[in-house]
């Protein structure tokens, strides 16, 4: 997996560790050398679940974060999984403005 910054600079690569889809994804990406020593690499994992007919839950866990990237996506997971929320319900994703 490659991570660009918005201006199209590569960011960062990582890997897939687990797929089960459409139920697991978990990929890990390093974090900066100034950091990498209390923290080598961050983790997601994406967990799908089904409960209900029509409903499913999504569990997401962000591992290995330094202090500054907790605070970093502190604000930025809840817009991204409410925006998510958005898009399925109704077919957009929530509006942003840049500040």
Excluded: C
């Excluded at 923290?39 to 997401?60: N, Q, R, S, Y």
């Excluded at 996506?73 to 898009?87: F, N, Q, R």
């Amino acid at each position: 997996m490659t991570f660009y910054t918005q201006d199209g600079n590569l960011f960062s690569e990582g890997r897939v560790v687990a797929a089960d889809p459409p139920r697991l994804l978990v990929y890990s990406w390093p974090n900066p050398p100034e950091v990498q020593g209390s923290a080598p690499f961050e983790e997601l994992t994406w967990e799908i679940e089904g409960t209900g007919p029509d409903t499913v839950k999504l569990t997401l866990t962000h591992r290995n974060l330094t202090e500054d990237a907790y605070e970093g996506v502190g604000g930025g997971w809840p817009a991204i999984l409410s925006s998510l929320k958005s898009l399925l319900e109704t077919g957009s994703p929530l509006r942003f403005d840049d500040e």
